[in-house]
């Protein structure tokens, strides 16, 4: 009779081996398909946590995997141009760039004009323009959602419903997150501040705030003597109160630009565990929200 129990158990409980196997390249674009596919399966994903995505080499394991793959899902060649080439050798329809979903919204790279203070995001810039961080927009979250959804909805008719309701449901949720962080925004008269890294593009524009400057420009690009001089005289000169670093970076480049001025290095992770999506740009927001309160 237990016996009996157990088959009737398996027969009933959907099976994550008939789910779309799926690959992921970054633990943020992870964390948005795993809202998506939710009671169906989960998916895998190459690059682990504080890992930068702009340089890595896949082990020969991972390779395989990604050969094996379904579906692979990621931001694109302009941040994980080291997957370009593997990409390009699976077969058509089982990749899909979350840069080509219609309708999202895209900001031209700042490049070195982000250290004047100049914003020069557009988002009808050219492809090779493009800054990939394009998942710091909660906006394109939502819309990423719902074309996963589409698409794993063409693979797997079976759980269509599913993967529709999940991208409804996390579409909900970052609504109501990005109404909240517009109100804490709003309840600042934020001070100036840098960043080590300028990947926070998407997020300071759809909540209205803007750096002064980066160290590393978006495409992660060593900076110059006088890059580095420039950012001393302007955190001195404007009295710049904060820094934003991300987890997996040497803030010693930071330290040098500060001097003796007291500039605060704060801790922001654009990229997350893989888990959360909505847990990411919550995270997101208190480093920012954090970096520009003023002191007490």
């Known amino acids: 009779m237990r016996f009996g129990l157990f088959l009737l158990a398996l027969i009933a409980t959907p099976a994550l081996?008939?789910?779309?196997?799926?690959?992921?390249?970054?633990?943020?674009?992870?964390?948005?398909?795993?809202?998506?596919?939710?009671?169906?399966?989960?998916?895998?994903?190459?690059?682990?946590?504080?890992?930068?995505?702009?340089?890595?080499?896949?082990?020969?394991?991972?390779?395989?995997?990604?050969?094996?793959?379904?579906?692979?899902?990621?931001?694109?060649?302009?941040?994980?141009?080291?997957?370009?080439?593997?990409?390009?050798?699976?077969?058509?329809?089982?990749?899909?760039?979350?840069?080509?979903?219609?309708?999202?919204?895209?900001?031209?790279?700042?490049?070195?004009?982000?250290?004047?203070?100049?914003?020069?995001?557009?988002a009808h810039s050219h492809a090779g323009d493009i800054d990939p961080h394009v998942w710091l927009d909660p906006v394109n979250g939502a819309l990423f959602a719902q074309a996963i959804a589409q698409r794993l909805g063409q693979m797997d008719p079976a759980n269509a419903q599913t993967y529709l309701s999940n991208a409804n449901e996390l579409g909900g949720d970052i609504d109501a997150l990005s109404a909240d962080v517009s109100a804490r925004f709003a309840t600042l008269k934020p001070g100036a501040f840098i960043v080590l890294h300028d990947a926070f593009h998407y997020f300071e524009h759809r909540f209205g705030v803007e750096t002064s400057g980066a160290v590393f420009d978006g495409h992660a690009t060593t900076p110059g003597p006088q890059q580095i001089a420039r950012l001393r005289d302007m955190v001195r000169d404007e009295q710049i109160t904060c820094a934003l670093a991300e987890p997996q970076q040497n803030t010693d480049l930071l330290n040098t630009i500060a001097g003796d001025t007291g500039l605060r290095v704060f801790i922001a992770d654009p990229m997350g565990d893989g888990t959360d999506y909505v847990a990411l740009l919550e995270n997101m927001a208190t480093s920012m929200v954090d970096c520009l309160s003023p002191m007490e």
């Not at 990749?95 to 100049?118: C, E, I, K, N, Y």
């Open 17 to 122: 081996a008939d789910a779309p196997r799926v690959m992921t390249d970054i633990p943020p674009v992870q964390a948005i398909v795993s809202a998506v596919m939710d009671g169906v399966g989960e998916p895998e994903v190459l690059l682990g946590q504080n890992q930068s995505p702009h340089d890595y080499s896949m082990r020969p394991s991972q390779a395989r995997a990604l050969a094996q793959a379904d579906l692979v899902i990621w931001i694109g060649p302009q941040l994980t141009g080291w997957l370009e080439g593997p990409i390009d050798s699976l077969a058509a329809g089982t990749h899909m760039s979350l840069l080509d979903v219609p309708q999202a919204t895209m900001l031209a790279f700042r490049d070195d004009d982000v250290a004047d203070g100049h914003d020069h995001g557009d």
